[in-house]
């Protein structure tokens, strides 16, 4: 079967013009029939009623004097009516009085037929039999029966078909003489446009122009077609242009390539250079910053020691002092047993002193020499932790004194680590050196927390201030070298940078910070545990407990 | 009920009740009386009276029959008198009058009544009667004259006129 989506315009057309026409045709032309066919039955029956009407009359009197001769002279006027093929009248009795028929007489219908004293209209194939009461002042006094010939409406229905059936020829051959018509006012402009469509498709020469004939919905294609092909020209002009740059381009490019790969070469062996000379400003940086940390250290050292040392010179002084006068008053002869007895317990209290300030003194330089040389040494070794960052305090007690930050260390005083010390005191001393610098104004008060804790083979360091806090624009970039908000006050902004190098590079650890705008920072520093055995059963052995 | 009646009356009145009778004109004439009043309209007076008065003048060969025809018999659903008169100037209570030719002569004093003169003779139709039987072979028929009854007030129905010869 053909598909109707997929046939011609032409044939859509022609099958749409076609069917159309039959279809009103054959609607129309059905209703036309019904109601000329009802009317023309209608016709006929109120035709035989009137004709039944009068001669039921007429044949009256011959019915009451008995007169058959005048009853069948009165039927045979039937012969006046083509379409009575049969009368017949019976009297009140039901006795045949008087008939008519045309051509050979045959049975009649209506003879056997039942008598009623009301009119009976009835069908037999093409025969209409009407049967009518013959009354006389309200009295029956007989019956006529007649039959007419309904062929004319056979005849009519045929001659009906053949007209309609010649009609529906005629329109047939009408509509598709139209529908070619149409089809080609629709599909000849297409055909024609394809047919340029496709000579431009060949010839690629966009600028061909063919005349249009109607200013229709066909020809405001041509206009659409027609604009797309200038586009097409000129998008066609506009490729050539940039394959022509692009030639031009191409043609170039290697120039530009062997020159800039050439440049590239020159600028990497700059870059190494650079890197080079970067590497080596860095180290020289933090060897510096290491140098600035000692002086620092010795700084502090000197401080610290300046008091014990001081102490210990007053006393001594102060003894020297005593002990000449006493010498005096011996060699006059005018020491008293009291003079020596005082001179005995001032000796011993200055002693005392001395030598209380003598082993402070011992005792910070022993410190200070500690830090000191693990600084300057990086070695890895077992220590515990707090005793150590104490120490490391006491190197910083001189700057902390200057303010009014305290030092929290929260940390088991058993707990050891197995690290590079230096590099320990490096992060915790310039940590609370940042602290100092950056997270407190002159005069602040604040707290800063060394919180450490071993967990999961790992030394967790937090190292916490409630000072100003940082930016959180800025938080991602203070591990960053050479980051600083403090430059114009001599900050070189290397500080927690070398942090985070001594952490990740030289511990193998990880640092973080947090930090909040008025709340303070915080810098999480998880190292891995190097611990001797010792150590590790112990801590094992805590854990188990 | 009505319609078995009428079939009585039909065998009855009929030629094939008795063979005798159907083939006496006479008898025939006497039931078309009947039959002939029924297409007959008499002015008001006429027609409400109580019976119907059937007169007869000067010898009649109906008259034989007529007083056993109509002694329960009906025209125009009123009892039928059988009335013999001698002077027309009693026809005036007479629906219909039975005349022969003897008393043709007199008949222009029936004029001013509504009376139907009924005639049995050959011409009479021509001399005045209204409605005059004649044989045609075995058949009896009969003229009837629309001139003569003009103006009398009596109406004859164009079915009986079907029927009728007319003198024209």
């Known amino acids: 079967m053909m598909n109707f989506s997929n046939s011609s315009v032409r044939g859509k057309i022609i099958f749409i013009v076609l069917v159309t026409t039959l279809s009103a045709l054959i609607l129309g032309s059905s209703v036309m029939f019904y109601l000329v066919w009802n009317n023309t039955k209608a016709e006929a029956i109120m035709r035989a009623r009137l004709d039944g009407a009068l001669f039921s009359e007429l044949v009256v009197p011959f019915l009451l004097f008995n007169d058959k001769v005048g009853a069948n002279e009165t039927l045979s006027k039937f012969h006046n009516l083509d379409r009575v093929k049969y009368a017949h009248l019976v009297d009140n009795a039901g006795n045949e009085f008087a008939t008519y028929h045309t051509g050979k007489k045959k049975e009649l219908y209506s003879k056997h037929m039942a008598l009623d004293q009301n009119e009976i209209i009835k069908y037999v194939e093409d025969i209409l039999i009407l049967s009518v009461p013959i009354l006389y002042q309200k009295e029956y006094i007989g019956h006529l029966n007649i039959e007419f010939s309904m062929k004319h409406l056979e005849e009519m229905r045929l001659d009906y078909i053949k007209i309609f059936s010649l009609i529906v020829l005629l329109m047939v051959a009408f509509s598709y003489i139209a529908a070619q018509k149409m089809q080609n006012v629709i599909s000849r402009p297409i055909l024609k446009l394809l047919s340029y469509m496709n000579k431009i498709s060949k010839t690629g020469d966009y600028k061909l122009r063919i005349k249009k004939e109607y200013d229709d919905e066909i020809g405001k294609l041509y206009d659409g077609f027609y604009g797309m092909l200038v586009q097409i020209q000129f998008r066609k002009e506009a490729t050539q242009k940039a394959q022509n740059e692009l030639f031009d381009l191409n043609e170039k490019l290697e120039e530009r390539v062997e020159s800039r790969t050439q440049n590239l070469y020159d600028l990497n062996i700059e870059l190494k250079d650079s890197i080079n000379t970067i590497k080596k400003t860095q180290s020289q940086l933090i060897q510096s910053e290491k140098m600035a940390a000692l002086g620092g250290l010795v700084a502090g050292v000197a401080h610290e020691i300046n008091t014990p040392i001081g102490l210990s010179v007053t006393g001594i002084t102060h003894l020297q002092d005593t002990s000449v006068a006493l010498k005096r008053l011996y060699q006059s002869n005018d020491m008293s047993q009291k003079d020596f007895e005082d001179y005995l317990d001032t000796n011993i209290q200055l002693c005392e002193s001395i030598y209380l300030n003598l082993r402070r003194g011992a005792e910070l330089v022993a410190s200070f020499k500690k830090v000191a040389t693990d600084q300057s040494i990086e070695e890895k070794r077992s220590f515990k932790i707090k005793e150590y960052l104490e120490q490391v305090l006491i190197s910083l007690r001189n700057k902390l004194k200057q303010t009014e930050i305290s030092v929290d260390i929260i940390c088991d005083d058993e707990l050891e680590i197995y690290s590079d010390a230096g590099a320990i005191a490096q992060i915790v001393t310039n940590l609370i050196m940042n602290s100092l610098i950056h997270a407190f104004h002159k005069g602040d008060k ?40 403090n430059r114009e006050s001599g900050g070189t902004g290397l500080g927690l940078n070398i942090i985070y190098n001594i952490v990740t590079s030289s511990l193998g650890g990880e640092i973080s910070v947090e930090s909040k705008v008025g709340i303070g920072t915080t810098f999480t520093i998880i190292l891995p545990i190097f611990m001797d055995e010792r150590i590790v059963c112990n801590i094992t052995e805590e854990e188990k407990v | 009920m009505i319609y078995r009646l009428n079939i009585l009356f039909i065998l009855l009145f009929s030629y094939g009740v008795s063979s005798d009778l159907e083939h006496d004109p006479n008898f025939v004439k006497s039931v078309y009386i009947e039959k002939i009043s029924r297409f007959l309209t008499w002015p008001n007076d006429k027609e409400s009276s109580d019976e119907f008065n059937l007169c007869l003048t000067g010898d009649s060969a109906v008259e034989k029959y007529l007083p056993r025809l109509y002694r329960k018999r009906t025209i125009k659903k009123k009892p039928v008198k059988i009335i013999r008169i001698d002077n027309f100037d009693e026809a005036s209570k007479c629906h219909m009058v039975y005349v022969n030719n003897k008393s043709i002569n007199q008949l222009s004093a029936l004029k001013e009544y509504s009376v139907v003169l009924v005639g049995n003779s050959i011409g009479l139709e021509h001399k005045g009667v209204h409605i005059n039987f004649f044989d045609e072979g075995e058949r009896v028929r009969f003229w009837i004259n629309p001139k003569s009854y003009k103006g009398s007030g009596i109406r004859v129905n164009h079915l009986l006129l079907s029927i009728a010869k007319i003198v024209r």
């Open chain 1, 446 to 485: 604040g707290k800063i927390t060394l919180n450490v804790v071993n967990e999961n083979n790992r030394s967790i360091i937090r190292y916490s201030d409630d000072g100003k806090g940082i930016e959180q624009d800025i938080l991602p970039k203070v591990f960053d070298p050479f980051f600083t908000t």
